[in-house]
């Protein structure tokens, strides 16, 4: 709820859930390489590698947009290396991104781009094209929430659908957040309009409840593919793609943690949509990064 709360108080409710850092992988190459889906950071730089000797791209990446990035990828880093408890802080309260664990995700991310984990042209392509290139066979990985559940079997071939699981992000050296450690939350949510009265209220507020019970979030996941908000809803796990259904087991074990862009104000998501794509491109330092978003909150704080 927190996405949908201001100063205490409810002014949505959530519908879905997204997961934004899920890493969806090729279990064929990994079966080829004889490697199964790295659990900690060191198990992915040797992947990275083995991918590397194999003519396999190890990550494909499409940051053109620049958020995507912050929203999956840096939101994961930074709590699986200051834990659920720092991220948490950071969004809502006096946590810094000078602090270490923001700094160190983005040099994580730096560190990726060095050893050769992306497609070299990763911020240059969009996410839509990220499904294409992975599309082609011999990409390993790549990272996107939820939703790609829904788009993913209609941009890529069958046969490499049919290969493709989904799994959580390695945990990182000395971090304070544990394997199943996810970015996600509720980015979409309804309310009432507070001029209505009479019948138009009693209408909405009608409305407003057939869309928080179980049988619409049955029709999210079966119509939609979209993980619902509300807990308990059963649904044909043969009416969805076969991928959904493995999203809706990790969501069940997660440690749901924010995502940038749905908690904090609209000027760091741009400062950091900006700084997060200009440190993988060798432009910026992580320190620099960190500092001017931080320039940005503390004034924030002022005139607050």
Known sequence: MANHLYEGKVYSLPYTIDLNALMYYNEALFEEVGLEFPTTWEELLHAIEVFKENGIIPIALGNKDQWLVPTGWLSNLVALIGGPEFMNDLCFGDAKYTDEPYIEALKALKQLVDVGAFNSDFNSIDNYQMY?????????????????????????????????????????????????????????????????????????????????????????????????????????????????????????KAIVTPVFDQVIHPELIDEMNKTTQAVMAGNMTPEVAAQRMQNIKDRLARTR
Do not use: C, H
Request: charged share 15%; hydrophobic share 40%.
């Open 132 to 252: 294409g290139l992975y599309g082609l066979g011999r990409t390993a990985i790549f990272s996107a929430g939820s939703w790609a559940a829904s788009t993913l079997p209609e941009s890529i071939p069958a046969e490499i659908s049919a290969v493709t699981r989904v799994t959580v992000m390695p945990t990182y050296p000395n971090g304070k957040g544990e394997l199943n450690t996810v970015a996600g939350g509720s980015g979409w949510g309804v309310n009432i309009n507070s001029t209505l009265e009479g019948s138009k209220r009693e209408a909405a507020i009608r409305l407003m409840k057939a869309l928080s019970d179980r049988s619409f979030a049955t029709a999210l996941i079966e119509i939609a593919n979209m993980p619902p908000a509300v807990s308990g809803a059963e649904y044909d796990t043969s009416s969805v793609p076969a991928i959904f259904n493995e999203i809706m087991e990790v969501q069940e």
